[in-house]
C-alpha cells in the first residue's frame, strides 16, 4: 500500500486545515488508519486513529475536541480536520496503515504501522 499524504500548510493559530491520506490500491477499506506528528527533534507521536470500518476512533488526549479524523473507502482517503490550532499543533504530518478487524484501531505506536505516507508539513504560526 502506498499512501500519499497531502493538505499541509501554514496557518495561524485558531485556524482550521484538513489534511487527506490517499492510498494506492482498493484493499484500503481493509486496513485501519492512524495519523501521527512528528515535531523538529521529536519522536513520532500519535494523534488519532480509525478502524478500517469507520466505526471506530481514538484521539490523543493533546488533540481531542478538536481534530476530527474520518474516511471515505469509496475514495481510499483518510482524512484529518484540525481545528482551533494552535502553535504545539506545528509538525510534519504522517498517516499509516496496518491490517486490523473491522472495527478495531490499529493502535497508538507507530511500530504498529506497517506503512507510511510521505508526510505533509503543518506550521501553526502565532
Known amino acids: 500500500v502506498q499512501l500519499q499524504a497531502s493538505g499541509g500548510g501554514l496557518v495561524q493559530a485558531g485556524g482550521s486545515l484538513r489534511l487527506s491520506c490517499t492510498a494506492s490500491r482498493h484493499t484500503f477499506s481493509s486496513y485501519a488508519m492512524g495519523w501521527f506528528r512528528q515535531a523538529p527533534g521529536k519522536e513520532r507521536e500519535f494523534v488519532a486513529a480509525?478502524?478500517?470500518?469507520?466505526?471506530?476512533?481514538y484521539y490523543a488526549d493533546s488533540v481531542k475536541g478538536r481534530f476530527t479524523i474520518s474516511r471515505d473507502n469509496a475514495k481510499d482517503t483518510v482524512f484529518l480536520q484540525m481545528n482551533s490550532l494552535k502553535p504545539e499543533d506545528t509538525a510534519v504530518y504522517y498517516c499509516?496503515?496496518?491490517?486490523?478487524?473491522?472495527?478495531?484501531?490499529?493502535?497508538?505506536?507507530?511500530?504498529?504501522?506497517?506503512?507510511w505516507g510521505q508526510g505533509t508539513k503543518v506550521t501553526v504560526s502565532s
Open positions: 499509516g496503515a496496518t491490517p486490523a478487524p473491522r472495527t478495531s484501531i490499529g493502535g497508538t505506536r507507530p511500530s504498529q504501522y506497517y506503512y
Open positions: 480509525i478502524s478500517w470500518s469507520g466505526d471506530s476512533t
